[in-house]
């Protein structure tokens, strides 16, 4: 019984989520008996200049489209509203599209419902899925360093694409090689990464994770293929991407991949 209720007893989890969003993943990870150690690689901060989200949050009647890709580019978006005296109703103009269930949530409990949600949570997904993009104007409000695969479907569809700063991920000051070596080497069994931006952080931190010693006998768990392929790129082996692309299911995916080692208790070395 104890074995069916705590699948993950004994089992070590660096858990690379920033600090405000990290809580959830411990605390699902620790009702299932795994020992938590939380190491943010990324930090989440307002973006330094606000002229490019501001202009658009004040002339968002001249859009078709906006599209959140993550719970962070709602709740910022939202703030920078606020501050400009920006009604929420301004959004009834547009259509909202939401990239996965936590950013349809947010928008769900702060907006209205979104106009359309992928199935899957990738950017040919989202692209596919808003019809005929020719002569519209489409609104991303997202982080400095997001990817330029979905606006670049979006233009190919003959959309007319605005990128702008949400919000900017930074490197958390705390964040040392030597504090992360001395965690590593104390031993661990699994490293999460939930973004690529998480995986770079961690990678950088470190050095070479190429045949690093440190990570020789850790499993490698990522919320989805983009971060996969980014730790891929990195040196890492992945052992575990969650599908779909969620939290709940990337936990759930652990334990899968825990219960196919035979090794329920007293990690997974």
Not at 6 to 20: E, F, H, K, N, W
Not at 77 to 105: D, E, H, N, Y
Not at 160 to 172: I, K, L
Not at 229 to 251: C, K, R
Request: proline fraction near 5%; charged fraction near 20%.
């Amino acid at each position: 019984m104890q074995m069916t209720a705590m699948p993950l007893l004994g089992v070590r989890v660096i858990v690379t989520r920033s600090a405000d969003q990290a809580v959830y993943l411990s605390d699902k990870l620790r009702s299932l008996g795994a020992t938590t150690i939380e190491i943010p690689t990324i930090e989440i901060m307002p973006p330094s200049n606000t002229d490019s989200i501001d202009s658009s949050i004040r002339n968002l009647s001249k859009y078709d489209w906006v599209i959140f890709t993550s719970v962070h580019g709602v709740e910022f978006f939202l703030r920078r509203m606020a501050i400009l005296q920006v009604p929420i109703s301004s959004l009834s103009c547009v259509r909202i599209a939401a990239i996965g269930p936590a950013t349809s949530t947010v928008i769900q409990s702060m907006v209205r419902n979104p106009d359309y949600v992928p199935s899957i949570f990738l950017s040919e997904s989202i692209a596919a899925g808003l019809g005929d993009l020719q002569g519209k104007r489409v609104l991303l409000p997202r982080a400095d360093i997001a990817s330029k695969k979905l606006p670049l479907l979006l233009r190919d569809k003959g959309a007319s694409v605005d990128e702008v700063v949400a919000y900017q991920t930074v490197v958390p000051r705390e964040l040392k090689r030597d504090k992360l070596r001395t965690v590593l080497e104390s031993g661990v069994d699994i490293v999460i990464f939930t973004s690529p931006s998480t995986v770079r952080n961690f990678a950088n931190t470190l050095g070479n994770v190429s045949g690093t010693k440190e990570l020789s006998n850790v499993r490698i768990a990522c919320i989805g293929p983009v971060t996969a392929e980014t730790a891929n790129q990195l040196g890492m082996d992945v052992d575990v991407v969650a599908n779909p692309h969620t939290i709940n299911s990337l936990v759930a995916a652990i334990v899968s991949y825990s219960r196919k080692l035979g090794n329920f208790e007293g990690g997974l070395r």
